[in-house]
């Protein structure tokens, strides 16, 4: 068996995975886009993600769970909505069975948002002296 090349865009990754799991892909990027609809998508790290004024926030599926990736700051900032969920440093685990936290994910992709415009800011103002 042969191993299969990385996916080159989102919608190729998201079509890669079973139709069960496509659903609940798409619910992350249309949850992502609609808070960030100015952000780049793209696959970085072998997976969707977006960027806006630098990495935005990462997306993916596995055996088990889907997988967001948002940034260990924005996992700590969050830890007391999260305690239902498996996380780590920089991940946060959804289980494929359970529906998505939409809302949450929201929340986080907009908490991640403004912390990028903030440091975007921070460098434009030390640029200028």
Sequence with gaps: ???QAPAITVDEYISRQ?????KGLEQMRQT????APAAEEGISYGMPGFKDDGSLVWY???K???G????????????EKLTAYEV???????HLNKPLPLKLIAEIVRFRLNENKTKAATRSKTRKV
């Design 18 to 22: 079973p139709e069960a799991v496509q």
């Design 32 to 35: 992502i886009r609609k808070v």
């Design 60 to 62: 993916a599926a596995f």
């Design 88 to 94: 780590s440093k920089g991940a946060i685990r959804f």
């Design 68 to 79: 967001l990736y948002p940034h260990a700051k924005a996992i700590e900032v969050f830890k």
């Design 1 to 3: 068996m042969t191993k």
């Design 64 to 66: 088990n769970h889907y």
